[in-house]
């Protein structure tokens, strides 16, 4: 399924065909979570089936001993009334302790399969490729794992258990009622039509209104993530009043959603209680004037009035069921949605190893566009040999961070091939695809924990004086043992303990240390001032000698270290050659270096 796809779930309108699809997604993937645990799936229903049996013997029990047990007393005969004691207290104390047992295996199945889909979501996500998490918000995603997830476990926590527990006991309580007395079980039978019209209206109005909820609780997190993420922004661009009248919209859609919601259990509740109520008077009527002709017993009658009364106790919860079923259903149809995203960079069938590469990168007739209609690169040749440095420029749009993002694999070319020491990409080992190539970008994001947990990143059994050595070699380790803990200081959430240009010295570390033959600079020192970029380039002078190196810049100091420019217009290379020459020459580097050089005064 498409991005596209996924995004039209969170509306609520289906064709009858969409829904059918989504249902069928849905049930695939719940079949997939209930398969291992199929066995203990299986004892729990034997066991809730036995502990129904034992409940619903209750009031049989009490017509035995009212109308066996209470005339044999009369007769000095007391074992009839006793033993129906002590079997309804049997039976009691069988049912209780079997519905424990039942709690209890139903709450480990349900907490494997929340484990199990938790990690698939995790797993799944980040396995997609990039192009969905540019198209997907971060919002969504945390909405999957959280709510959504939640609604799913409060179907598994206590949903599943008052559906199964309510329709055995309302089909065993039926049974028992027949077996008792079938003009009673036909009274009964009867009420069940305006109940089945009843839930069925219901039905078909809440299925929307969950889904809305769905929805509408989904935008309320992502309204509030995105802001939260976003807060810097917020705060530069005096944001928080625009973000107030947009949130507040939110909550209130919510709040009317749920106001229908509950309007419709005003008058779904009450319904249940006036047809139970209603059964029970005409059983009641029915069976006293059989008793009074001497055609049922007394004990009977009352046996036949608890059966019918209770066969109406679990219909509340099981409309509460419903409530939570709907919404795990649409939380189920979000999630199977993302689950059903295939990565638009597949991991090859037959994938080749490139133990030691050297880093020779070709770019053979590659086209490629993000959207079908807008081609970003048309038919494009370039090879840059092993352990060369070149550098990419032009204008923003010429289609230099598409070249690295084809180069890095994390999109898949529309035409031609990319290849790594003359293997194409697609064929590439993944591991071998990430050992070989790394990227650093202009986002340095660090993620929770200490200095050298991040810079170790590049090489997870890195040693303590390796992690170090790369933090020297970048110019990092000064600033590092300034920090309160040196290398162990904690840089909080998303690096917040330091600054831009400290984060990107820290990203600069984390790559070094990982040693590709081929390292992709996308405009990565666009973050540092000029004395950390003077420190930067330095180090990248010795550490790029033995290896391809591809930097995008827009500051043209970087450039120098450069032993080839490329200068890019429209997805074409338009210049080709070494700093100096392109300097001496008339045309567009030559230019953009003459604009840049007057910046500096």
């Known amino acids: 399924m498409s991005v596209t796809g996924v995004e039209g779930e969170e509306r609520s309108n289906f064709s009858a065909a969409e829904s059918r699809q989504i249902r069928a997604r849905s049930l695939r993937l719940l079949g997939s979570l209930l398969a291992p645990v199929r066995w203990p799936v299986i004892a729990a229903m034997l066991i809730v089936v036995l502990s129904t049996i034992a409940q619903v013997a209750g009031p049989a029990l009490i017509a035995y001993g009212i109308d066996r047990g209470l005339p044999a007393l009369l007769n000095q005969d007391w074992f009839p009334l006793a033993a129906t004691g002590a079997v309804y207290l049997l039976t009691g104390v069988i049912g209780a302790g079997l519905i424990a047992w039942y709690t209890l295996m139903s709450a480990r199945i349900s907490q494997g399969v929340l484990i199990d889909l938790r990690k698939r979501v995790f797993l799944h996500t980040q396995r997609l490729s990039l192009e969905f998490h540019e198209s997907y918000t971060s919002g969504r995603i945390i909405s999957r794992q959280t709510s959504d997830l939640?609604?799913?476990?409060?179907?598994?926590?206590?949903?599943?258990?008052?559906?199964?527990?309510?329709?055995?006991?309302?089909?065993?309580?039926?049974?028992?009622?027949?077996?008792?007395?079938?003009?009673?079980?036909?009274?009964?039978?009867?009420?069940?039509?305006?109940?089945?019209?009843?839930?069925?209206?219901?039905?078909?109005?809440?299925?929307?209104?969950?889904?809305?909820?769905?929805?509408?609780?989904?935008?309320?997190?992502?309204?509030?993530?995105?802001?939260?993420?976003?807060?810097?922004?917020?705060?530069?661009?005096?944001?928080?009043?625009?973000?107030?009248?947009?949130?507040?919209?939110?909550?209130?859609?919510?709040?009317?959603?749920?106001?229908?919601?509950?309007?419709?259990?005003?008058?779904?509740?009450?319904?249940?209680?006036?047809?139970?109520?209603?059964?029970?008077?005409?059983?009641l009527l029915v069976g006293g004037f059989r008793v009074a002709d001497g055609q049922l017993a007394i004990g009977a009658l009352l046996a036949a009035l608890l059966y019918t009364r209770r066969f109406f106790d679990p219909m509340e919860d099981m409309a509460m069921f419903y409530n939570s079923y709907q919404s795990a259903a649409a939380a189920l149809e979000k999630i199977s949605g993302v689950l059903e995203e295939h990565p638009g960079v597949p991991d090859p069938v037959a994938p080749v190893d490139l133990w030691k590469a050297r880093g020779l990168v070709a770019f053979d007739q590659v086209s490629f566009g993000y959207q079908s209609d807008r081609v970003i690169l048309p038919r494009f040749d370039l090879t840059i040999p092993a352990g060369q440095t070149i550098a990419l420029v032009g204008s923003t749009g010429a289609g230099k961070s598409t070249l690295a993002k084809l180069m890095a694999r994390f999109y898949d070319p529309s035409d031609g091939r990319v290849s790594l020491d003359g293997v194409d990409l697609r064929d590439l080992h993944p591991k071998d695809l990430r050992r070989a190539i790394v990227m650093v970008t202009q986002e340095a994001y660090l993620f929770s924990g200490s200095v050298a947990d991040n810079i170790a990143i590049g090489k997870p059994d890195a040693t303590p004086a390796e992690i170090v050595a790369a933090a020297r070699a970048v110019g990092a380790h000064d600033f590092i043992e300034g920090l309160p803990s040196g290398y162990d200081t904690d840089v909080n959430k998303r690096g917040g303990r330091v600054s831009a240009g400290q984060r990107q010295l820290i990203s600069f570390a984390r790559a070094f240390l990982a040693d590709p033959a081929v390292l992709i600079l996308d405009e990565a020192t666009s973050s540092l001032d000029i004395p950390s970029e003077r420190l930067v380039q330095q180090a990248l002078q010795t550490l790029l000698a033995d290896r391809t190196a591809v930097i995008i810049a827009h500051r043209l100091s970087t450039v120098a270290i450069a032993d080839r420019v490329l200068v890019m217009e429209h997805g074409r290379i338009v210049e080709d050659g070494t700093p100096a020459d392109l300097i001496a020459g008339t045309g567009r580097f030559a230019q953009l270096h003459a604009a840049w050089r007057e910046s500096l005064v």
């Open 150 to 283: 939640d609604a799913i476990r409060e179907l598994l926590d206590s949903g599943i258990n008052q559906l199964v527990q309510g329709l055995l006991y309302m089909t065993f309580t039926a049974i028992a009622l027949f077996a008792l007395d079938g003009m009673s079980g036909l009274v009964l039978f009867g009420s069940l039509v305006p109940l089945l019209i009843l839930t069925r209206w219901f039905q078909v109005r809440s299925q929307t209104l969950f889904r809305q909820s769905r929805t509408a609780s989904a935008s309320l997190i992502v309204q509030f993530v995105e802001t939260m993420t976003g807060i810097r922004a917020v705060k530069a661009f005096r944001a928080e009043r625009r973000n107030e009248k947009v949130f507040g919209e939110l909550v209130e859609d919510y709040r009317k959603v749920n106001g229908r919601v509950i309007q419709l259990f005003g008058i779904f509740d009450p319904g249940l209680v006036l047809i139970g109520n209603v059964a029970v008077a005409v059983v």
